[in-house]
């Protein structure tokens, strides 16, 4: 019930196309949702995160897509660029007492070919 | 601003031998965390604190420990090294539950 599972484990997309990664949990009691980007030989780095009470969120290219009753979140990736080749992590977390612990799912090396 | 710092950023230890992996936070951050990365498993949480004096395991504590006697510095000790324990650790820390993390760059170990 702790997991979080995320597809694809790869993905290329051809520059200026959309880029998507999908997430999925169980623990109902998960209340908050970020992405991380990781480069190689780097820590990751948080990009966008939602809460539950929102359905959606935008920040530049980057989008998450919440959908609380089918228990998933998705990140879009606009207008993908080759900098944006990464290793792209969903993750979750309650945020209650002793919360923040974040869940990470597996996953996604994204490439994107110019 | 330092961050995250980890220290070292590669080890090789062989088998049964000991080390600490130090990890220090220059944000006044009370939460802090331990995650090893192993490839395609995404990261998987060691141990974290959420302050001076106070530690709790995470899914996977077995062959580590943690100290956390102040907010800077939370480090990581393997006993009795094991090939199992060949992975890639990133410390973290956070100033509150849903505040995004700031990693260190990792210490990459290989148990031989």
């Known amino acids: 019930q702790q997991q979080v599972k995320q597809s694809p484990q790869s993905l290329i997309v051809q520059k200026g196309g959309i880029s998507i990664i999908n997430c999925a949990y169980e623990n109902t009691a998960f209340d908050y949702f970020p992405w991380y980007q990781q480069f190689p030989g780097k820590g990751p780095a948080l990009l966008i995160a939602i809460r539950p009470d929102v359905s959606e969120k935008k920040e530049g290219r980057f989008t998450i897509s919440f959908n609380k009753s089918a228990k998933q979140f998705s990140l879009h990736i606009m207008d993908s660029q080759p900098g944006d080749s990464a290793t792209y992590f969903c993750?979750?977390?309650?945020?209650?007492?002793?919360?923040?612990?974040?869940?990470f799912g597996q996953g996604t090396e994204l490439s994107v070919k110019p | 601003n330092a961050g995250v710092t980890q220290t070292p950023k590669f080890r090789i230890l062989k088998i049964g031998q000991s080390m600490t992996l130090q990890c220090t936070q220059d944000m006044n951050h009370n939460y802090m965390y331990w995650y090893r990365q192993d490839p395609g498993m995404g990261l998987k949480l060691i141990y974290y604190s959420v302050g001076a004096g106070i530690t709790d395991k995470g899914e996977v504590p077995n062959g580590y420990n943690v100290s956390r006697s102040t907010t800077e510095d939370f480090p990581l000790r393997l006993e009795l090294a094991a090939p199992s324990q060949t992975s890639v650790y990133f410390c973290?820390?956070?100033?509150?539950?849903?505040?995004?993390?700031?990693f260190g760059s990792g210490t990459r170990l290989t148990v031989v």
């Open positions: 973290a820390s956070s100033y509150s539950p849903v505040g995004g993390y700031t």
């Open positions: 993750a979750a977390s309650t945020t209650g007492n002793q919360g923040g612990k974040l869940i």
